[in-house]
Protein backbone atom coordinates (compact mmCIF):
# COMPACT_ATOMS: atom_id res chain seq x y z
CA UNK A 1 0.00 0.00 0.00
CA UNK A 2 2.89 2.66 1.21
CA UNK A 3 4.96 1.77 -2.48
CA UNK A 4 1.52 1.87 -4.07
CA UNK A 5 0.96 5.65 -2.87
CA UNK A 6 4.12 6.55 -3.90
CA UNK A 7 4.10 5.24 -7.44
CA UNK A 8 0.47 7.41 -7.08
CA UNK A 9 2.21 10.36 -5.74
CA UNK A 10 5.03 10.29 -8.31
CA UNK A 11 2.35 9.93 -11.27
CA UNK A 12 0.26 12.77 -10.02
CA UNK A 13 3.87 14.15 -9.79
CA UNK A 14 4.55 13.36 -13.58
CA UNK A 15 1.12 14.87 -14.41
CA UNK A 16 2.30 17.79 -12.76
CA UNK A 17 5.42 18.34 -14.91
CA UNK A 18 4.37 16.87 -18.30
CA UNK A 19 1.20 20.21 -17.90
CA UNK A 20 4.08 22.69 -16.60
CA UNK A 21 5.83 21.80 -19.39
CA UNK A 22 3.00 21.91 -21.69
CA UNK A 23 2.78 25.39 -20.24
CA UNK A 24 5.51 26.69 -20.57
CA UNK A 25 6.03 26.09 -24.24
CA UNK A 26 2.33 27.43 -24.70
CA UNK A 27 4.02 30.46 -22.83
CA UNK A 28 6.72 30.71 -25.14
CA UNK A 29 4.90 30.53 -28.26
CA UNK A 30 2.62 33.30 -26.76
CA UNK A 31 5.43 35.84 -25.95
CA UNK A 32 6.41 35.13 -29.37
CA UNK A 33 2.78 35.99 -31.09
CA UNK A 34 3.11 38.97 -28.49
CA UNK A 35 6.59 40.29 -29.32
CA UNK A 36 5.75 39.90 -33.19
CA UNK A 37 2.22 41.61 -32.65
CA UNK A 38 3.66 44.58 -30.69
CA UNK A 39 6.21 44.76 -33.26
CA UNK A 40 3.68 45.20 -35.72
CA UNK A 41 1.70 47.68 -33.26
CA UNK A 42 4.98 49.79 -33.21
CA UNK A 43 5.55 49.45 -36.91
CA UNK A 44 2.05 50.96 -37.50
CA UNK A 45 2.61 53.53 -34.81
CA UNK A 46 5.50 54.83 -36.37
CA UNK A 47 4.04 54.71 -40.30
CA UNK A 48 1.29 56.76 -39.24
CA UNK A 49 3.59 59.61 -37.32
CA UNK A 50 5.76 59.21 -40.63
CA UNK A 51 1.84 59.86 -42.87
CA UNK A 52 1.31 62.71 -40.62
CA UNK A 53 4.61 64.59 -41.45
CA UNK A 54 4.55 63.43 -44.75
CA UNK A 55 0.75 65.28 -45.42
CA UNK A 56 1.93 68.31 -42.91
CA UNK A 57 5.07 68.31 -45.36
CA UNK A 58 2.91 68.58 -48.58
CA UNK A 59 0.44 70.96 -47.09
CA UNK A 60 3.41 73.28 -46.41
CA UNK A 61 4.19 73.09 -49.69
CA UNK A 62 1.39 74.03 -51.14
CA UNK A 63 1.32 76.90 -49.18
CA UNK A 64 4.95 77.97 -50.13
CA UNK A 65 3.55 76.96 -53.94
CA UNK A 66 0.54 79.46 -53.44
CA UNK A 67 2.19 82.04 -52.29
CA UNK A 68 5.02 81.85 -54.44
CA UNK A 69 2.45 82.28 -57.71
CA UNK A 70 0.67 85.17 -55.84
CA UNK A 71 3.65 87.13 -55.77
CA UNK A 72 5.13 86.18 -59.32
CA UNK A 73 1.36 87.19 -60.53
CA UNK A 74 1.43 90.76 -59.04
CA UNK A 75 4.98 91.29 -60.31
CA UNK A 76 4.12 90.49 -63.53
CA UNK A 77 1.13 92.27 -63.55
CA UNK A 78 3.44 95.66 -62.24
CA UNK A 79 5.74 94.84 -65.09
CA UNK A 80 3.23 94.64 -67.76
CA UNK A 81 1.78 98.11 -66.71
CA UNK A 82 5.52 99.39 -66.37
CA UNK A 83 6.11 98.27 -69.85
CA UNK A 84 2.92 99.68 -71.74
CA UNK A 85 4.10 103.29 -69.50
CA UNK A 86 7.54 103.14 -70.78
CA UNK A 87 6.28 102.54 -74.34
CA UNK A 88 3.38 105.40 -74.14
CA UNK A 89 6.50 107.64 -72.84
CA UNK A 90 9.05 106.91 -75.47
CA UNK A 91 6.48 108.15 -78.40
CA UNK A 92 5.62 111.18 -76.73
CA UNK A 93 9.66 111.44 -76.23
CA UNK A 94 9.83 110.94 -79.80
CA UNK A 95 7.08 113.64 -80.94
CA UNK A 96 8.45 116.43 -78.26
CA UNK A 97 11.95 115.85 -80.30
CA UNK A 98 10.16 116.57 -84.06
CA UNK A 99 8.53 119.70 -82.39
CA UNK A 100 11.80 121.20 -81.61
CA UNK A 101 12.56 121.54 -85.21
CA UNK A 102 9.10 123.50 -85.99
CA UNK A 103 10.22 126.72 -87.11
CA UNK A 104 6.42 128.99 -87.18
CA UNK A 105 6.27 130.09 -83.58
CA UNK A 106 2.64 129.63 -84.02
CA UNK A 107 2.64 125.79 -85.09
CA UNK A 108 5.50 125.19 -81.88
CA UNK A 109 3.25 127.13 -79.24
CA UNK A 110 0.34 124.84 -80.76
CA UNK A 111 2.69 121.69 -80.06
CA UNK A 112 4.34 122.37 -77.28
CA UNK A 113 0.86 122.63 -75.70
CA UNK A 114 -0.28 119.50 -76.75
CA UNK A 115 3.15 117.49 -75.83
CA UNK A 116 2.32 119.45 -72.24
CA UNK A 117 -1.35 118.24 -72.03
CA UNK A 118 -0.03 114.70 -72.95
CA UNK A 119 2.82 114.97 -70.38
CA UNK A 120 0.28 115.99 -67.25
CA UNK A 121 -2.09 112.40 -67.87
CA UNK A 122 0.86 110.07 -69.04
CA UNK A 123 0.98 107.12 -67.17
CA UNK A 124 4.52 106.92 -66.27
CA UNK A 125 4.05 109.61 -63.90
CA UNK A 126 1.25 107.80 -61.89
CA UNK A 127 3.44 104.48 -61.54
CA UNK A 128 4.75 103.68 -58.23
CA UNK A 129 8.67 102.43 -58.89
CA UNK A 130 8.28 100.39 -55.84
CA UNK A 131 7.48 96.62 -56.30
CA UNK A 132 4.34 95.63 -55.03
CA UNK A 133 5.56 92.39 -53.24
CA UNK A 134 8.53 91.08 -51.61
CA UNK A 135 10.85 88.71 -52.89
CA UNK A 136 11.04 86.90 -49.32
CA UNK A 137 8.60 84.19 -48.11
CA UNK A 138 6.61 84.65 -45.16
CA UNK A 139 6.32 80.87 -45.01
CA UNK A 140 9.95 79.71 -45.84
CA UNK A 141 10.28 77.62 -42.64
CA UNK A 142 9.48 76.18 -39.55
CA UNK A 143 11.01 75.18 -36.43
CA UNK A 144 10.74 71.37 -34.90
CA UNK A 145 13.48 72.21 -32.22
CA UNK A 146 10.69 71.88 -29.63
CA UNK A 147 8.91 68.64 -31.46
CA UNK A 148 12.37 67.08 -31.95
CA UNK A 149 12.65 67.29 -28.30
CA UNK A 150 9.25 65.69 -27.96
CA UNK A 151 10.18 62.55 -30.37
CA UNK A 152 13.36 62.20 -28.75
CA UNK A 153 11.61 61.79 -24.90
CA UNK A 154 9.37 59.13 -27.13
CA UNK A 155 9.19 55.85 -24.41
CA UNK A 156 6.78 52.73 -24.32
CA UNK A 157 3.48 53.51 -22.12
CA UNK A 158 3.60 52.75 -18.49
CA UNK A 159 1.55 50.23 -16.90
CA UNK A 160 -1.29 52.12 -15.46
CA UNK A 161 -1.96 51.63 -12.16
CA UNK A 162 -4.89 49.50 -10.74
CA UNK A 163 -7.92 51.35 -10.07
CA UNK A 164 -9.56 51.91 -6.44
CA UNK A 165 -13.29 50.21 -5.99
CA UNK A 166 -15.35 52.90 -4.05
CA UNK A 167 -17.02 50.69 -2.07
CA UNK A 168 -19.85 53.07 -0.34
CA UNK A 169 -20.52 54.28 -3.96
CA UNK A 170 -21.61 50.53 -5.02
CA UNK A 171 -25.62 50.00 -5.12
CA UNK A 172 -27.05 46.32 -5.06
CA UNK A 173 -30.74 46.99 -6.10
CA UNK A 174 -33.52 46.02 -9.00
CA UNK A 175 -31.62 43.00 -9.89
CA UNK A 176 -28.60 45.65 -10.67
CA UNK A 177 -25.21 46.37 -9.69
CA UNK A 178 -23.21 49.58 -10.24
CA UNK A 179 -20.20 50.05 -9.24
CA UNK A 180 -18.09 52.75 -9.13
CA UNK A 181 -14.28 53.39 -8.80
CA UNK A 182 -11.08 55.79 -9.00
CA UNK A 183 -7.42 55.92 -10.34
CA UNK A 184 -5.37 56.58 -7.67
CA UNK A 185 -3.71 59.20 -9.22
CA UNK A 186 -4.33 61.15 -12.19
CA UNK A 187 -3.86 59.53 -15.79
CA UNK A 188 -4.94 60.95 -19.02
CA UNK A 189 -3.55 58.39 -20.89
CA UNK A 190 -6.36 55.32 -19.70
CA UNK A 191 -8.27 54.58 -22.89
CA UNK A 192 -11.06 52.33 -21.33
CA UNK A 193 -11.73 50.38 -18.38
CA UNK A 194 -12.58 45.99 -17.95
CA UNK A 195 -14.68 45.13 -15.07
CA UNK A 196 -14.73 41.45 -14.22
CA UNK A 197 -17.44 39.54 -11.94
CA UNK A 198 -18.17 36.76 -10.78
CA UNK A 199 -20.86 34.55 -7.91
CA UNK A 200 -20.14 33.23 -5.34
CA UNK A 201 -21.17 31.82 -2.20
CA UNK A 202 -18.46 32.99 0.28
CA UNK A 203 -17.95 36.02 1.97
CA UNK A 204 -14.39 38.39 1.33
CA UNK A 205 -11.90 37.46 -1.00
CA UNK A 206 -12.34 34.81 -3.69
CA UNK A 207 -11.40 31.80 -3.17
CA UNK A 208 -9.36 29.44 -5.45
CA UNK A 209 -11.50 26.40 -5.91
CA UNK A 210 -15.12 26.16 -6.05
CA UNK A 211 -15.98 29.30 -7.63
CA UNK A 212 -17.80 30.34 -11.26
CA UNK A 213 -15.48 31.50 -13.72
CA UNK A 214 -15.01 35.75 -14.57
CA UNK A 215 -17.60 37.32 -16.47
CA UNK A 216 -16.26 40.27 -18.65
CA UNK A 217 -17.51 43.71 -19.65
CA UNK A 218 -15.06 45.07 -22.00
CA UNK A 219 -14.28 49.00 -22.97
CA UNK A 220 -15.92 50.95 -20.07
CA UNK A 221 -14.99 54.71 -20.67
CA UNK A 222 -16.49 55.89 -17.96
CA UNK A 223 -15.52 55.61 -13.96
CA UNK A 224 -18.60 53.64 -12.96
CA UNK A 225 -20.82 50.77 -14.60
CA UNK A 226 -24.28 49.40 -13.94
CA UNK A 227 -24.75 45.18 -14.48
CA UNK A 228 -28.16 44.84 -15.11
CA UNK A 229 -30.67 41.56 -15.55
CA UNK A 230 -28.83 39.55 -12.90
CA UNK A 231 -30.12 36.28 -11.43
CA UNK A 232 -28.85 36.31 -7.49
CA UNK A 233 -28.74 33.21 -6.96
CA UNK A 234 -25.63 33.34 -4.58
CA UNK A 235 -25.09 35.27 -1.61
CA UNK A 236 -22.28 37.80 -2.61
CA UNK A 237 -20.45 38.77 -6.05
CA UNK A 238 -16.95 39.29 -6.45
CA UNK A 239 -15.55 42.24 -8.50
CA UNK A 240 -12.95 43.73 -10.02
CA UNK A 241 -11.42 46.59 -12.05
CA UNK A 242 -8.47 46.83 -14.20
CA UNK A 243 -7.48 50.29 -16.37
CA UNK A 244 -5.75 49.98 -20.18
CA UNK A 245 -4.41 52.11 -22.37
CA UNK A 246 -3.25 51.64 -26.09
CA UNK A 247 -0.43 49.47 -24.93
CA UNK A 248 -1.09 47.53 -21.76
CA UNK A 249 -3.49 46.80 -19.15
CA UNK A 250 -2.59 47.25 -15.52
CA UNK A 251 -3.10 44.98 -12.56
CA UNK A 252 -7.12 44.50 -11.30
CA UNK A 253 -7.67 46.63 -8.59
CA UNK A 254 -8.35 44.93 -5.23
CA UNK A 255 -11.17 42.55 -5.23
CA UNK A 256 -14.47 43.79 -3.58
CA UNK A 257 -17.18 41.48 -2.41
CA UNK A 258 -20.89 42.74 -2.34
CA UNK A 259 -23.69 40.71 -0.62
CA UNK A 260 -26.76 40.31 -2.84
CA UNK A 261 -29.48 39.27 0.10
CA UNK A 262 -30.61 36.83 -2.40
CA UNK A 263 -33.62 34.31 -1.27
CA UNK A 264 -33.49 31.76 -4.12
CA UNK A 265 -35.82 29.08 -3.86
CA UNK A 266 -37.37 25.93 -6.30
CA UNK A 267 -40.66 24.21 -6.38
CA UNK A 268 -40.87 21.32 -4.28
CA UNK A 269 -42.10 18.88 -6.88
CA UNK A 270 -42.04 16.12 -3.97
CA UNK A 271 -44.92 17.63 -2.42
CA UNK A 272 -47.14 18.60 -5.51
CA UNK A 273 -50.09 17.80 -6.60
CA UNK A 274 -50.08 14.98 -9.04
CA UNK A 275 -51.42 16.30 -11.55
CA UNK A 276 -48.95 19.25 -11.53
CA UNK A 277 -45.82 18.92 -13.79
CA UNK A 278 -43.00 20.50 -11.97
CA UNK A 279 -39.50 21.56 -12.84
CA UNK A 280 -37.26 23.82 -11.13
CA UNK A 281 -39.06 27.02 -10.73
CA UNK A 282 -42.22 26.35 -13.66
CA UNK A 283 -45.17 23.98 -12.28
CA UNK A 284 -47.52 23.26 -15.02
CA UNK A 285 -51.05 21.48 -14.90
CA UNK A 286 -51.06 18.05 -16.39
CA UNK A 287 -54.63 16.12 -16.39
CA UNK A 288 -52.88 12.90 -17.59
CA UNK A 289 -50.08 13.31 -15.45
CA UNK A 290 -51.63 12.10 -11.95
CA UNK A 291 -52.81 8.57 -13.27
CA UNK A 292 -49.34 7.78 -14.98
CA UNK A 293 -47.36 8.78 -11.91
CA UNK A 294 -50.06 7.07 -9.73
CA UNK A 295 -49.24 3.64 -11.81
CA UNK A 296 -45.85 4.12 -11.18
CA UNK A 297 -45.57 4.75 -7.77
CA UNK A 298 -47.46 1.53 -7.17
CA UNK A 299 -45.01 -0.31 -8.88
CA UNK A 300 -42.54 1.56 -7.29
CA UNK A 301 -44.07 0.32 -3.77
CA UNK A 302 -44.63 -3.24 -4.79
CA UNK A 303 -40.86 -3.47 -5.52
CA UNK A 304 -39.44 -1.34 -3.40
CA UNK A 305 -41.58 -2.25 -0.22
CA UNK A 306 -39.79 -0.38 2.91
CA UNK A 307 -37.05 1.00 0.93
CA UNK A 308 -36.97 4.71 1.92
CA UNK A 309 -36.95 7.42 -1.17
CA UNK A 310 -33.69 9.27 -1.58
CA UNK A 311 -35.79 12.48 -1.83
CA UNK A 312 -38.04 11.81 1.66
CA UNK A 313 -34.46 11.37 3.24
CA UNK A 314 -34.25 13.01 6.62
CA UNK A 315 -30.54 14.12 5.37
CA UNK A 316 -31.37 16.06 2.61
CA UNK A 317 -30.67 19.66 3.44
CA UNK A 318 -34.35 21.04 2.31
CA UNK A 319 -36.43 18.47 4.57
CA UNK A 320 -37.16 20.87 7.14
CA UNK A 321 -38.51 23.31 4.94
CA UNK A 322 -40.90 20.28 3.43
CA UNK A 323 -41.65 18.89 7.08
CA UNK A 324 -42.10 15.44 5.21
CA UNK A 325 -45.51 16.41 4.09
CA UNK A 326 -47.68 14.45 1.58
CA UNK A 327 -48.62 15.53 -1.99
CA UNK A 328 -51.72 17.28 -1.88
CA UNK A 329 -54.54 16.32 -3.03
CA UNK A 330 -58.25 16.27 -4.04
CA UNK A 331 -58.93 20.05 -5.48
CA UNK A 332 -55.75 21.69 -4.04
CA UNK A 333 -53.76 21.97 -6.92
CA UNK A 334 -50.59 23.28 -4.35
CA UNK A 335 -47.59 23.11 -5.12
CA UNK A 336 -44.63 24.79 -2.18
CA UNK A 337 -41.41 26.34 -2.61
CA UNK A 338 -38.50 24.14 -1.01
CA UNK A 339 -36.92 27.30 0.93
CA UNK A 340 -39.29 29.01 4.14
CA UNK A 341 -39.11 32.26 5.10
CA UNK A 342 -38.25 32.99 8.73
CA UNK A 343 -37.03 36.57 8.85
CA UNK A 344 -36.15 39.41 6.55
CA UNK A 345 -37.39 41.38 3.75
CA UNK A 346 -37.51 39.33 0.08
CA UNK A 347 -39.09 39.24 -3.39
CA UNK A 348 -39.99 37.59 -5.94
CA UNK A 349 -42.04 37.28 -9.48
CA UNK A 350 -44.65 35.02 -10.72
CA UNK A 351 -45.50 35.24 -14.72
CA UNK A 352 -48.42 33.01 -15.70
CA UNK A 353 -49.28 31.37 -19.52
CA UNK A 354 -52.09 33.59 -21.13
CA UNK A 355 -54.19 30.56 -21.59
CA UNK A 356 -54.24 30.11 -17.65
CA UNK A 357 -57.43 28.91 -16.55
CA UNK A 358 -56.82 29.67 -12.54
CA UNK A 359 -53.73 30.15 -10.42
CA UNK A 360 -53.29 31.34 -6.76
CA UNK A 361 -49.97 33.25 -5.44
CA UNK A 362 -48.84 33.59 -1.83
CA UNK A 363 -47.83 31.97 1.37
CA UNK A 364 -48.42 29.59 3.33
CA UNK A 365 -46.92 28.25 6.92
CA UNK A 366 -45.62 24.88 7.13
CA UNK A 367 -47.54 21.29 7.05
CA UNK A 368 -50.68 22.31 5.40
CA UNK A 369 -52.87 20.11 4.96
CA UNK A 370 -53.44 17.72 2.07
CA UNK A 371 -56.67 19.18 1.29
CA UNK A 372 -56.00 22.44 1.75
CA UNK A 373 -56.23 25.64 -0.79
CA UNK A 374 -54.34 28.40 -0.65
CA UNK A 375 -56.16 31.51 0.93
CA UNK A 376 -59.04 29.22 2.34
CA UNK A 377 -57.29 28.64 5.83
CA UNK A 378 -55.88 30.82 8.75
CA UNK A 379 -52.42 30.19 7.74
CA UNK A 380 -52.04 30.76 4.48
CA UNK A 381 -52.13 34.73 2.14
CA UNK A 382 -52.92 34.53 -1.74
CA UNK A 383 -54.37 36.57 -4.53
CA UNK A 384 -56.27 34.35 -6.42
CA UNK A 385 -57.13 35.15 -10.70
CA UNK A 386 -59.89 32.79 -11.82
CA UNK A 387 -60.32 33.10 -16.31
CA UNK A 388 -62.46 30.50 -16.42
CA UNK A 389 -65.98 31.71 -18.22
CA UNK A 390 -65.06 35.57 -16.96
CA UNK A 391 -62.10 37.03 -15.32
CA UNK A 392 -61.79 37.97 -11.73
CA UNK A 393 -59.09 38.93 -9.12
CA UNK A 394 -59.42 38.73 -5.31
CA UNK A 395 -57.07 38.70 -2.30
CA UNK A 396 -57.90 35.51 -0.17
CA UNK A 397 -57.07 34.73 3.40
CA UNK A 398 -58.88 32.75 5.90
CA UNK A 399 -61.62 31.57 3.17
CA UNK A 400 -62.78 35.32 2.78
CA UNK A 401 -62.01 36.71 -0.64
CA UNK A 402 -61.83 40.80 -1.58
CA UNK A 403 -62.15 41.67 -5.02
CA UNK A 404 -59.75 43.89 -6.96
CA UNK A 405 -61.15 46.02 -9.39
CA UNK A 406 -57.73 46.43 -10.88
CA UNK A 407 -56.04 44.53 -14.72
CA UNK A 408 -54.52 41.65 -13.92
CA UNK A 409 -50.98 42.16 -14.64
CA UNK A 410 -48.32 39.93 -17.00
CA UNK A 411 -46.36 39.50 -14.31
CA UNK A 412 -47.71 39.41 -10.33
CA UNK A 413 -44.25 40.32 -7.85
CA UNK A 414 -44.68 39.38 -4.29
CA UNK A 415 -42.50 41.35 -1.62
CA UNK A 416 -42.78 39.37 1.93
CA UNK A 417 -41.73 41.89 4.97
CA UNK A 418 -41.84 38.68 7.84
CA UNK A 419 -40.24 40.84 10.92
CA UNK A 420 -43.13 43.50 9.60
CA UNK A 421 -45.70 41.31 9.27
CA UNK A 422 -46.41 42.36 5.60
CA UNK A 423 -47.32 40.50 2.64
CA UNK A 424 -47.69 42.54 -0.19
CA UNK A 425 -48.25 41.89 -4.31
CA UNK A 426 -47.58 44.03 -7.26
CA UNK A 427 -47.30 44.62 -10.71
CA UNK A 428 -44.00 43.56 -11.70
CA UNK A 429 -43.64 45.90 -14.56
CA UNK A 430 -44.84 49.21 -13.20
CA UNK A 431 -44.34 48.38 -9.45
CA UNK A 432 -47.99 49.30 -8.97
CA UNK A 433 -49.65 47.89 -5.45
CA UNK A 434 -51.74 45.38 -5.96
CA UNK A 435 -53.12 44.48 -2.26
CA UNK A 436 -50.99 44.57 1.16
CA UNK A 437 -51.71 41.64 4.07
CA UNK A 438 -50.91 42.50 7.80
CA UNK A 439 -50.18 40.32 9.81
CA UNK A 440 -47.95 39.12 12.70
CA UNK A 441 -46.40 35.53 11.49
CA UNK A 442 -46.09 33.19 13.75
CA UNK A 443 -44.10 30.38 11.85
CA UNK A 444 -41.88 30.23 8.68
CA UNK A 445 -43.56 31.10 5.54
CA UNK A 446 -43.30 29.33 2.41
CA UNK A 447 -44.21 30.62 -1.15
CA UNK A 448 -47.17 28.77 -2.56
CA UNK A 449 -48.72 27.87 -5.54
CA UNK A 450 -51.94 26.92 -7.21
CA UNK A 451 -52.50 26.13 -10.45
CA UNK A 452 -55.53 24.95 -12.91
CA UNK A 453 -55.18 24.60 -16.71
CA UNK A 454 -51.66 26.28 -17.58
CA UNK A 455 -48.57 27.18 -16.23
CA UNK A 456 -46.34 29.43 -13.78
CA UNK A 457 -42.87 30.26 -14.10
CA UNK A 458 -40.73 31.73 -10.85
CA UNK A 459 -37.87 34.16 -10.83
CA UNK A 460 -36.38 34.28 -7.63
CA UNK A 461 -32.83 35.32 -6.45
CA UNK A 462 -34.26 38.91 -6.85
CA UNK A 463 -33.35 42.01 -5.28
CA UNK A 464 -36.24 44.10 -3.67
CA UNK A 465 -37.12 47.12 -6.09
CA UNK A 466 -36.61 50.45 -5.26
CA UNK A 467 -39.84 51.45 -6.22
CA UNK A 468 -41.30 48.79 -4.04
CA UNK A 469 -39.00 49.81 -1.17
CA UNK A 470 -40.21 53.06 -1.60
CA UNK A 471 -44.10 52.36 -1.54
CA UNK A 472 -43.66 50.37 1.41
CA UNK A 473 -41.86 53.87 3.48
CA UNK A 474 -44.91 55.80 1.83
CA UNK A 475 -47.20 53.28 3.45
CA UNK A 476 -45.45 52.80 6.77
CA UNK A 477 -45.67 56.69 6.58
CA UNK A 478 -49.17 57.02 6.27
CA UNK A 479 -50.12 53.78 8.46
CA UNK A 480 -50.84 52.02 6.13
CA UNK A 481 -54.30 50.47 4.57
CA UNK A 482 -54.77 47.56 6.55
CA UNK A 483 -56.79 44.12 4.90
CA UNK A 484 -59.94 43.19 6.34
CA UNK A 485 -59.03 39.97 5.56
CA UNK A 486 -56.26 40.42 7.93
CA UNK A 487 -55.65 38.15 11.28
Known amino acids: ETLQRIVSTLVNKNDEIHNFIDMLNHTIT ?4 NSSNAISELDEEFDGLYSVLHEMKGSMANTIQQEEARKIQALQDQLSQCSRA ?3 SEELLELAVQSLDIKNPVE ?3 AARQIKD ?12 KPKVSDSMTHMMVDFALEKRMLQAVKFLPVPKAPEIDVAACLVADNCITIS ?4 EEDSRIDHFVLEYRKTNFDGLPRLKGEQRWELVDYIKATQYTLSGLKFDTKYMNLRVQACNKAVAGEYSDPVTLETKAFLFSLDSTSSHLNLKVEDTYVEWDPTGGKGQEKIKGKENKNRSNTASPKRSTNSPRTSARGGRDRFAGESYTVLGDTAVESGQ ?5 RAQKDCKSYSVGVTYRNPGKFDQLGKTNSSWCIHINNWLQTTFSAKHNNKAK ?8 RIGVYCDFDGGQLSFYNASSKALL ?4 AKFTQPLLPGFMIWCGGLTVSTGLQVPSAVKTLQRSEDGLGGSTSSLNN
Open 30 to 33: NVQV
Open 118 to 129: SVTVASAFRLSL
Open 346 to 350: HYWEV
Open 86 to 88: LES
Open 181 to 184: WRMP
Open 403 to 410: TLDIPVPD
Open 108 to 110: LLE
Open 435 to 438: HTFR
